[in-house]
């Protein structure tokens, strides 16, 4: 579908949300073949208008899927899970929101195109709303007062509304998207739909010569006298001046300039004491006595910059300090080897509480599964795509073991099995993670196929054999190496943890290459941090 065909339906539909027609809003979101995340959420917006929970929720699962870090997204998806009594899928939603804040205070939207600004509070809000249809209502307390910590714009008295309904056990409306508030296209691409003619209509030119017989084009004119201010280099015969004080127009002729304006002198001062200047592109008079000379020297060096250059500073705000030299100590106490779920409220809000069991879906995860199942039973065989120095791909059957595949890749690759790392990304998540299950018998390709594919991430490298992987990080910037027992990494490069040098400093792998580098160079997707049991 052309872009320019999508724009015009997505401006369509926009103009029937303002009209109130949420069905023509509809039919015009429906011709879209190729809808984006922002189509679906006005989609999505539409069926909440007409009632249509169910509609409103496959819209926005859609609109999830197209952009997986859309927090108001989940923030919208969560109002509706509630209505249709869905809380634990719409808690864990909150909980999305909330960690795609990315620590903010508030996401302004209005860039996209959604007038609309989302708050950390009230994310936090609607969690506390979740917990009162639960019947929980010493934790909705605590999130409000959670809430009420966070700063922002809107609050306004809701939150202290909120705390005395909760202490009185009176449910909380979830806060939604206002109605009628939807992604609308930049009116710069609307105004580019209009057809131009950048040609013209043809004219027919004769000659302005008396009895030329010359058919072509027009010759030239004389132009125009005009105005202009002539470039001066330096202070020498420099005829700029600059106006000592403010001088408003007294009569025909004359110019308002404010003070400290920069005008060019274009003639000599008259007997009235007047001079004629030029300011701004218009010729006037001015009293001299208000002018005076200004240097308009300037240096031919290179400006300055005045953006610093280079990898910002890291989160505590000063360079850290390189380690002791010395043998590094193990695992530090509490590492964990395995994934975890997004963070709970009371960890964004900086309240550390102790841990406890994941939640074990979300709606994401609930839907691929029914998809994968689905699917599994028509398809028998998963085609995989191996990301190399270049790519391959593959056929295999659903049931086949990991390390049958894994010999597979290394037959194709030309590269021994033992030196073949195969990794692959979760749902919703940036790292790699190794296939868990290569030498484990009873784990096949199911596990990791998905509509019938599977993609997997392909690295040679020495194994690490007396060595643990502790957990993954995923870099922040380039770090180069300062001395020959540092890590070198890019930007973007999943580094498997080791072991802990001290607060500020970790040693991984990354590349077949093992040494130390600052924390704060990256970060950690799938932190030691789990939903809390107070919660």
């Known amino acids: ?265 274009f003639g000599e001062e008259d007997r009235d004491g007047m001079a004629a200047v030029i300011y701004d592109g218009q010729r006037g008079l001015l009293p001299m006595s208000l002018l005076d000379p200004a240097d308009v020297k300037t240096s031919k060096g290179k400006k300055d910059n005045r953006y610093p250059s280079g990898i910002p500073l890291p989160p505590g705000l000063k360079p850290p300090t390189r380690p002791q030299a010395g043998p590094s100590p193990a695992a530090p106490p509490g590492a964990r080897t395995s994934d975890t779920p997004p963070p709970s409220y009371t960890t964004a809000t900086h309240a550390p509480l102790p841990a406890s069991e994941p939640p074990k879906y979300t709606a994401n995860a609930a839907s691929n599964q029914r998809t994968s199942s689905a699917q599994a039973g028509d398809v028998g065989s998963v085609v995989v795509k191996v990301h190399y120095t270049y790519t391959v791909a593959l056929s295999v059957p659903l049931d086949t073991p990991y390390h049958e595949v894994k010999e597979q890749i290394a037959q194709k690759l030309g590269q021994p099995a033992s030196q073949l790392r195969l990794r692959h990304k979760q749902h919703g998540s940036r790292v790699l993670i190794p296939l868990g299950g290569e030498v484990e018998p009873g784990c096949t390709m199911q596990e990791v196929a998905e509509a019938g594919r599977a993609t997997l991430w392909c690295q040679i490298e020495d194994p690490l054999a007396n060595r643990n992987i502790l957990y993954q990080m995923v870099a922040l910037y380039d770090y180069t190496a300062q001395g020959p027992e540092d890590l070198e990494f890019s930007e973007g490069d999943t580094i498997d943890i080791l072991g802990q040098v001290n607060e500020e400093w970790l040693e991984g792998h990354c590349a077949g290459n093992i040494g130390i580098f600052p924390s704060c160079f990256a970060y950690r997707e799938n932190a030691n941090i789990t939903q809390s049991s107070e919660l």
């Not at 995340?37 to 609109?63: Q, V």
């Not at 005829?239 to 400290?260: C, D, I, K």
């Open 1 to 265: 579908m052309l872009y320019t065909e999508l724009l015009q339906l997505w401006d369509e539909s926009v103009q029937a949300v303002d009209a109130r027609d949420w069905q023509g809003a509809l039919n015009k979101l429906g011709q879209i073949s190729e809808p984006t995340s922002r189509t679906l959420f006005n989609t999505a917006s539409a069926h909440l208008a007409l009632g249509e929970l169910d509609l409103a929720l496959k819209a926005l699962d859609l609109t999830i899927a197209r952009d997986e870090r859309l927090a108001v997204g989940f923030f919208q998806r969560a109002a509706v899970m509630m209505q249709i009594d869905r809380l634990e899928e719409a808690l864990s939603d909150c909980i999305w929101a909330q960690k795609y804040l990315r620590g903010n205070m508030v996401i302004d939207y209005k860039q996209l195109g959604l007038r609309f600004k989302l708050y950390s509070w009230q994310a936090l809000y609607n969690a506390a709303a979740v917990y009162c249809r639960m019947g929980e209502w010493e934790r909705a307390r605590e999130v409000l007062m959670s809430a009420s910590q966070e700063r922002g714009g809107g609050r306004g008295g809701n939150i202290e509304a909120a705390l005395d309904s909760v202490v009185r056990k009176e449910v909380l409306a979830p806060l939604l998207v206002p109605e009628g508030v939807v992604f609308r296209p930049r009116r710069q691409d609307v105004e580019q739909l209009q057809q131009r003619d950048f040609l013209g209509k043809a004219k027919v030119i004769s000659s302005m010569i008396p009895n030329d017989d010359f058919g072509g084009f027009e010759p030239l004119r004389l132009q125009q006298p005009g105005f202009y201010e002539p470039k001066v280099d330096g202070a020498q015969d420099s005829r700029y001046m600059r106006m000592r004080v403010p001088y408003m127009a007294r009569s025909p002729g004359q110019l308002t300039v404010p003070g400290g304006a920069m005008v060019f002198l």
